[in-house]
C-alpha cells in the first residue's frame, strides 16, 4: 500500500519503523527535512518535502492535534485519501482533553477535509509498545480504529493487519457505545457525536 506518514517524532517513527517492515511503500514528511531523510534512511522508505501525499492511498497524521490541520494542508490534495488520525488532542498536563464528548479530532479534522475520508487509528497504543512491534507480553497488540467509511475502515484494517495481524481474524464490528465505552476507559475521545450514523469500532487483535 502507499501510504505517506507526517510526523517525524514518537509515534511517526515507531509507525514509520512498523509500516516499512510490513512492506508498504512509504512516504515520510515533516516540517525538518532533516529529520525526515534521516527517518527515511533508516526504515528504507522516501523522504519528500512537498505533494507528500501525491498517489498516496493513505495518509497518517503524526503531530499533535494542534498541528494537524496545517500538516495536512501542507502535504498536497487529500480529495479521496483515507487520512488516519493517530493525535489525542490533550492538555499540556495530560490531564484532560482540549475538545471531546461532543465532538473530537477525527471530526473536527473530517471537517477541515471534507473529501478525505478520516478514521481513527493507534491513538490508544503507546509509542514504545507500536516501536518494540506487534506483541506485548506474549499478546498481540490491538489496534482499535473508528469512522464512518466503511471502504475506508476496511483499508485501514488492512494497512493495521499486515503490520501485525495478517493471520489473525478480526472481531465484528461493534456499537457506538462499545466506541464511547472504549474511549474513555482510554481517555481517548472516540466518534462519539449524534451528528452523524451511528459509527463502527473495530478491533484487531
Ligand atoms: N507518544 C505516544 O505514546 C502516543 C500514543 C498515541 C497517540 N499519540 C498521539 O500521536 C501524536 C504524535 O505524538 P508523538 O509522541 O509522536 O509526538 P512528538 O514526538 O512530539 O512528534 C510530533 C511530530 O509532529 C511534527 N510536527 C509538528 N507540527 C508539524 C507540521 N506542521 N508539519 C509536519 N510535522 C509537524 C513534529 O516535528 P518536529 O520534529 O520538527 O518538532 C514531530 O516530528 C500526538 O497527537 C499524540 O497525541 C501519541
Known amino acids: ?31 525538518d527535512t532533516a529529520k525526515a531523510q534521516a527517518l527515511a534512511r533508516s526504515v528504507g522508505a522516501v523522504a519528500r518535502e512537498r ?17 494537524a490541520v496545517a500538516a495536512l494542508s501542507a502535504a498536497g490534495d487529500l480529495a479521496g485519501t483515507v487520512i488516519i488520525d493517530i493525535t489525542n488532542p490533550l492538555t499540556a498536563d495530560y490531564t484532560g482533553l482540549t475538545l471531546g464528548h461532543t465532538t473530537s479530532a477525527a471530526e473536527e479534522i473530517q471537517t477541515a477535509f471534507p473529501q478525505a475520508r478520516v478514521v481513527k487509528a ?20 490491538p489496534v482499535y480504529f473508528a469512522g464512518d467509511d466503511l471502504a475506508a475502515k476496511a483499508t485501514v484494517r ?8 495478517s493471520n489473525r481474524s478480526p472481531d465484528s464490528t461493534s456499537t457506538s457505545a462499545t466506541a464511547r465505552a472504549t474511549a474513555r476507559r ?5 466518534w462519539a457525536s449524534s451528528r452523524r450514523e451511528p459509527p463502527h469500532l473495530d478491533r484487531l487483535d
Request: charged share 15%; no cysteine; hydrophobic share 45%.
Open 1 to 31: 500500500m502507499n501510504i505517506t506518514r507526517i510526523g517525524t517524532g514518537n509515534m511517526g517513527s515507531a509507525l514509520a519503523r512498523q509500516l516499512a517492515t510490513a512492506g508498504h511503500r512509504l512516504v515520510i514528511t515533516g516540517r
Open 51 to 67: 505533494g507528500a501525499a501525491d498517489g498516496a492511498e493513505v495518509v497518517i497524521v503524526a503531530t499533535g492535534y494542534a498541528d
Open 122 to 141: 493507534f491513538n490508544t497504543v503507546f509509542a514504545q509498545v507500536l516501536a518494540a512491534g506487534p506483541t506485548l507480553g506474549g499478546a498481540t497488540v
Open 158 to 165: 488492512a494497512a493495521s493487519r499486515t503490520r501485525a495481524t
Open 186 to 190: 482510554s481517555r481517548r475521545p472516540g
